[in-house]
DNA sequence: CCTGAAGACTTCAATACTAAAGTTCGATCC
DNA sequence: GGATCGAACTTTAGTATTGAAGTCTTCAGG
């Protein structure tokens, strides 16, 4: 009975036509593909750092250090603004990653409101190893793509992140009216 | 002092290649697009459900029961799959959206182990509303990109969602997130 | 029937997150 | 040169999620 597999994207995105009349199948194609791609990336990119012993959480926050560029420092605040968390959840996340010795948390010397987070080599090195994994992950993905797809292909997502960023919704839920 | 906000992609780029060596800079660019557009798109969407007084948890659960098909039911263990939630996240989320009238939970007559979680008429309302500001937010978002463009991402990304589904069957994986 | 096994959910304990209040230090004002 | 404001982080209380253990029901054998 319950063999109920989650739709094919055109099964699910006739459903919705089904459901909600005035829907442009065109426009739905490209943001349930988006969403899907992005979820199985994710959960991929999970599996492939828990191999090295840390969690996607931990690699993003390697991952802003080493952003950053030498000498691999920021404070806990920066960190959570990157990250899209609060404050306070950094805190917690910078414990268990000092603890496991992926990175340093020190008082700024200069100014002893401020905390300095710091990249360990220790760190660095699974930042190395995690970023190793993901490229061949990446390159393995485009690989059916052309080079001029690839260009493309960036370009519109590129187009598509510029309208979101400057057209966030407000209060009202809508778009706000660019030009 | 450090009035550091999130670098560009183009600046994170940069960066890459300056701590990796042998990075495709162009495999990275879609990527990173990618990665930051749904991110940006998610926390659009939470905005715009939480206008109706709903979480974009919540969202999902009415999202999937609708997907379903009439008479919009589903045991919280399939809800459970689809959504990449463990089961017992699923008895608490329905708990929630029970006790605010989105959904019924009723033990199924024929075989009393099963659970049958229903849309309400208010769920199916919300999910309405909030349909139609996504598809609001989503045709404006495609605004810039022409209908053959828009085609070509639509292929692009289902080439791409082919192949990491092909690469990772399915291995007894929950899946994060929405789609 | 009665027993054992499997399935579908729930409960429990622990973890991670958020929002809000609290703490501490630095800067500014007069 | 103290009083006050604000910034940066931590603490606290409460919520959501996970993994593991538990409960109840059905089904298959003996």
Redesign the pocket.
Known sequence: ??DTQEPSLDEQIAAYQREFRDLDPQVEKVVSALGRLNRRMNVAYGRQVAELGI?S?EWEVLKHLVLSGAPYRL????L?KRL???????????D?MAAEGLVT?DR?E???????VELTDEGRTKWLEAMRMATAFEEDLLQDLSTDERGALGDMLIRLLRRVEHAQPDAGGRLKDLD
């Open positions: 009975m319950s969690s959480a404070g806990p605040g920066e959570a899209g968390l609060t404050p306070a959840a950094m805190t917690h996340r910078i268990r948390r700024d200069n100014n002893r409101v401020r905390v300095i």
